[in-house]
């Protein structure tokens, strides 16, 4: 019993001299499964070790201890990857945690000239909810290239920092171009051409073909005609991908009849797929002309001014192009 005694206190005494070890030279963690955020991934290490430049990184936190309780770990989290990336090239990289608050006006004053601030976080104090500001933002910064300003860093982003961080350095050297898929009729045919000042552009025919191409970055898809489930199940996809669409149209469409000395107009509705498309969204359309009571489906006849003109909508593309 004597030595079991004696070996079981032994143990006790391994055990916190190793914890006394762990705290003093920072915090250590077995990553079996490689999820643990300082495990940079092998295009990281790739990517950093090849660094040419300096990369300077500014982490703008509230000290854990002023922390709300569930974001106490957000800083230590943060420090840690920061650790991580500047293991990979010491001589290049190096990083530098503030807490504004506690560095008084000069602080709160160069967090804002980079840009930063704080923001708003909910709180739990004694069952009762109130708002709490807190500093958590990344500011990276390398010669010749835009600071990059990562805001608002909460626990859920913190599983895709690192991509993002990587992303956005990538990025600042070779700014990539978005690509636009263009769904539109003849009259917005002048659409494309200006897009393609900005980037590579993909016409399509939504109608016809429900499919979005997985190269589209921002999709404009002008007076949808077809909404069938396929295109709404290839919409949600499209923006759940994280990339951005935009719909424009009417639910009225108008047709105009010139004639020597007057001019009929008809408005008519739209084929119901603005309210398919719209529907998953909590989107009714409403089919009214704007800025009209006397809407409605019958011909009208009216007299223009004589100096009136009436252009077709590539002519007046045409004519905002030449003004500009």
Known sequence: MLQIAL???LLLGIVAYAGRLLNLTGSWTLDLAGDDIATLSPATKHYLRSLETPLSITYFATARENMPAHLKE?????????SALRDQAPDRIDYRVIDPDQSGRAGIGYAASKKASSFSVRRVLHDEHSEQKIWSSLVIARANAPEVLVQSIEPEHLPYLEEYVI???QAGRAPPQPTFGVSAPPPFQLLAAFLNEAGPVVELDLNNNPTIPPEIDVLFWIQPEVATPEHVRQLLAFLASGRSAVLAGSTYQIG???AEDAISYWVHHAPPAWAQLLQPFGIRPVPDLLVDPRHGRNRRTFSPPG???????EELCR????RA
């Not at 957000?74 to 920061?82: I, K, N, S």
């Not at 100096?307 to 909508?313: C, D, G, I, T, V």
């Not at 004519?319 to 030449?322: K, N, T, V």
Request: proline content about 10%; aromatic content about 10%; overall charge positive.
């Open 307 to 313: 100096a009136a003109r009436f252009l077709q909508p």
């Open 74 to 82: 957000l800083e230590p989290q943060v420090r840690r990857l920061l």
């Open 7 to 9: 070996a079981f206190a």
């Open 319 to 322: 004519a905002r192009s030449r």
């Open 256 to 258: 105009y009849s010139p």
């Open 167 to 169: 992303a956005q350095l």
